[in-house]
């Protein structure tokens, strides 16, 4: 009898320019602390210009942009305008072309940056 195939965990694709609109939930990854984390996937080419905007007024968003490989590319806690909220902004290296990962991750408000 053969035994039923493991479900490898994968990261929910998104386009470039859509804005997304999203919720996390006790049944996303558990990061401690209780915190939770959703990954996205995005292709993108070398030389291309990200921003990601994450907002919650029920938590402090951390945004991180990881390469293929798992070589975290840029990440932001708390926004330029003081706010627990975060901002992206950046140009996309050579070495990182495609496909890119965008981890969100929620911490509890008053949580330290680690």
Request: proline share 9%; aromatic share 4%.
């Given at each position: ?5 493991a479900t ?5 694709p998104?386009?470039?320019?859509i804005l ?9 990854i ?9 990954d996205y ?7 291309a210009?990200?921003?990601i905007?994450?907002?919650s007024?029920?938590?402090d968003p951390?945004?991180v942009?990881?390469?293929?490989n ?7 806690d ?7 909220n975060?901002l992206?902004f950046?140009?996309?290296?050579k ?5 890119c990962?965008?981890g969100?991750?929620?911490?509890p408000?008053g949580?330290?940056?680690s």
């Amino acid at each position: 009898q053969a035994e039923p195939k493991a479900t490898l965990y994968q990261p929910l694709p998104i386009k470039s320019g859509i804005l997304i609109e999203d919720s996390l939930t006790t049944q996303d990854i558990p990061m401690g602390q209780g915190s939770f984390a959703r990954d996205y996937v995005i292709s993108l080419k070398a030389g291309a210009q990200i921003a990601i905007d994450l907002t919650s007024d029920n938590f402090d968003p951390v945004v991180v942009l990881m390469s293929e490989n798992g070589a975290t590319l840029g990440e932001n806690d708390d926004g330029p305008d003081g706010s627990t909220n975060s901002l992206l902004f950046m140009r996309i290296p050579k070495m990182a072309a495609t496909p890119c990962a965008c981890g969100v991750l929620a911490k509890p408000r008053g949580e330290p940056s680690s």
